[in-house]
Nanobody, 119 residues
Framework: VQLQASGGGLVQAGGSLRLSCAASASGRTFSTYHMTWFRQAPGKEREFVARITWNLGSTDYADSVKGRFTISRDYAKNTVHLQMNSLKPEDTAVYYC???????????WGQGTQVTVSS
């Protein structure tokens, strides 16, 4: 599976960005992967942001982004989106998408896209 993340950029606090992760897969189809977003801020460990499962489409979010971020997937376009609203400077990080065959085990990673939120 190859994952291509895009949509990052520079935005003022309170603004919005929409990240996308386009997937190409051979063998096992994209639709059967759980898809997740992680982020890594400078000097910090990579942390979980959001997940959407393949079977029920259920979602899960880190407490720090609940109510502000929304993860969704477009099966027809093999794409996962992360809509980020009410952005804060502490959301500044490189955002990565990942594909999981089992919840909690990241099998494939995208290359990351930088999100910078200015105060």
């Amino acid at each position: 599976v190859q994952l291509q993340a895009s949509g990052g950029g520079l935005v003022q606090a309170g603004g919005s960005l929409r990240l996308s992760c386009a997937a190409s897969a051979s063998g096992r189809t994209f639709s059967t992967y759980h898809m997740t977003w992680f982020r890594q801020a400078p000097g910090k460990e990579r942390e979980f942001v959001a997940r959407i499962t393949w079977n029920l489409g259920s979602t899960d979010y880190a407490d720090s982004v609940k109510g502000r971020f929304t993860i969704s997937r477009d099966y027809a376009k093999n794409t996962v989106h992360l809509q980020m609203n009410s952005l804060k400077p502490e959301d500044t990080a490189v955002y990565y998408c990942a594909a999981e065959t089992v919840v909690g085990r990241q099998d494939y990673w995208g290359q990351g896209t930088q999100v910078t939120v200015s105060s």
